[in-house]
């Protein structure tokens, strides 16, 4: 059992600590914002995770997860600190380090015997020495403390699995003893570990991000090519991932990726590269892709529809993908502001997302379910593979069109089911043209 303090109380953070407190140690949480803790300590969850609000409860009465805003609270008897905080992006895609310094000077101040800092933000590569010498030049007196990166590999709406059952962990230090305590911490979950630099470790991470941002840009590439060559991107991908040099995982042609982590990380990535004079060209044209892919599927509505002005189009999920609250870079977002611009009336339907929608997307009209949005609609646009949109009765949304259009963003129908029951169906990258006269004959 060690004692472990986490600065910050998203999900990073929030999972990292109460999954730590599972499994066995000693784990104070902070955050300086004080309305999330105070909701902590009442039960409640500041993000949607599955299975986040049990472990937290478990953890809190067994009394090993305790949540404070106090620094000297969270130091006074730990031996690790963890820095779990956001690196939003900047203008240019550099990402924005004032809270990771911040959270680095209060260490720094509050700190009264040696820590090993442990860092699980994204940062760019040379961000732990630049921890490192924010805190010798802010501690009041010299203390010893070694800053160790670990960065984290979770994804939201399956980060306690991630956590407990990892397919590595990284650990980067230039303090062979600190990064050795730190994998002691992570030996109950039976990962292989890999120990480097710092900066190498900085740079996994994202490597790791961009080489699987590549990845859905290059099945979305393909995709665009199937369309034109009357192929089926699933089929292309199935057969394409049983090849493992290639594998199955990520190959899921849509809309794209979005999120918190994708996006700016890869931006980070190219601008890290481009200031060191680089020409980072693979990374621009994932973006780019990127991008194309949400155009994309605006156009294929318009097209269907002969135009968007005074049309009335319903979005089928927001949040940038299923098990998850998050709307951050949702490519439903963008698509609605896309469709309003061009004189649509826009609808949507979201399992959780809608709350924190509502402020965000003004004159979209928020449906009670599935059915409630299909209603008058000339086309519905599949955003995010939410499980419940899978099993639809297709009858009962078919009859509540204006339009039997569907432009499924995610390929989660099947093109001949579609066509059977009256659709006008597009998929991205599902070959060709299936009209319900083109099914029939
Ligand atoms: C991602 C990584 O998967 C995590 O390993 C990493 O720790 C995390 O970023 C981070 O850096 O914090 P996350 O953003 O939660 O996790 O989501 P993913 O499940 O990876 O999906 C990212 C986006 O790619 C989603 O918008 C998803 O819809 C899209 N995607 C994913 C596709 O379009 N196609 C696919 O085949 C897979």
């Not at 991630?162 to 062979?176: C, E, I, K, Q």
């Not at 590439?221 to 369309?227: F, K, Y």
């Not at 135009?307 to 189009?313: V, W």
């Amino acid at each position: 059992m060690k004692d472990i303090a986490v600065v910050g109380v998203g999900y990073v953070g929030l999972v990292t600590g109460a999954c730590f407190a599972d499994l066995g140690n000693r784990v104070v949480a902070l955050d300086i914002d004080s309305g999330r803790i105070a909701g902590l300590l009442r039960g409640e969850m500041p993000i949607y995770e599955p299975g986040l609000e049990e472990l937290v409860e478990r953890n809190v009465r067994s009394g090993r997860l305790q949540f404070t805003t106090s620094y000297a609270e969270a130091l006074r008897s730990a031996e690790f600190v963890f820095i779990a905080v956001g690196t939003p992006s900047g203008v240019d895609g550099e990402a924005d380090l004032q809270h990771v310094q911040a959270v680095a000077e209060s260490i720094a101040r509050a700190m009264d015997h040696p820590l090993v800092i442990v860092n699980k933000s994204t940062v760019p590569v040379g961000t732990g020495d630049w921890v490192a010498d924010i805190l010798r030049g802010t501690q009041p007196k010299p203390i010893p403390f070694a800053v160790v990166s670990c960065p984290e590999f979770l994804r939201e709406g399956s980060a306690i699995q991630d956590f407990m059952s990892p397919a590595r962990t990284v650990l980067g230090s230039l303090d062979a003893e600190a990064a050795e305590k730190v994998a002691q911490l992570h030996l109950p979950l039976r990962a292989p570990i890999v120990i480097t630099d710092l900066r190498t470790a900085e740079m996994i991470k994202y490597a790791s991000n961009a080489f699987l941002a590549t990845k859905i840009s290059f099945i979305n590439e393909i995709a665009n090519v199937c369309e034109a060559l009357g192929a089926d991107i699933k089929e292309v991908a199935t057969g394409m991932g049983y090849d493992p040099r290639i594998g199955r995982t990520f190959l899921e042609a849509g809309l794209g990726y979005g999120g918190s982590c994708f996006p700016k990380d890869v931006k980070a990535l190219a601008y890290m590269a481009a200031e060191k004079g680089r020409h980072p060209q693979l990374l621009q044209a994932v973006m780019d892709i990127n991008a194309d892919s949400r155009r994309r599927i605006v156009e294929r509505a318009r097209d269907l529809l002969g135009g968007l002005g005074g049309k009335t189009i319903g979005l089928l999920g927001l949040t940038f993908k299923p098990n998850t609250d998050d709307l951050r870079e949702a490519p439903a977002l963008e698509i609605a502001r896309k469709l309003q611009a061009d004189g649509a009336s826009v609808r949507a339907y979201d399992p959780v997302g809608m709350p924190r929608a509502e402020g965000q997307l003004p004159g979209v009209h928020m449906a009670a379910d599935a059915y409630d949005l299909a209603d008058g609609c000339d086309a519905v646009i599949v955003c995010t593979e939410w499980n419940e949109f899978k099993n639809l009765d297709l009858q009962r949304l078919h009859d509540r069109m204006r339009q039997p259009i569907i432009v499924d963003g995610r390929n989660i129908y099947d093109p001949d089911e579609m066509a059977a029951f009256g659709f006008h169906y597009r998929g991205v990258g599902r070959g060709y043209d299936r009209t319900p006269e083109k099914a029939r004959a």
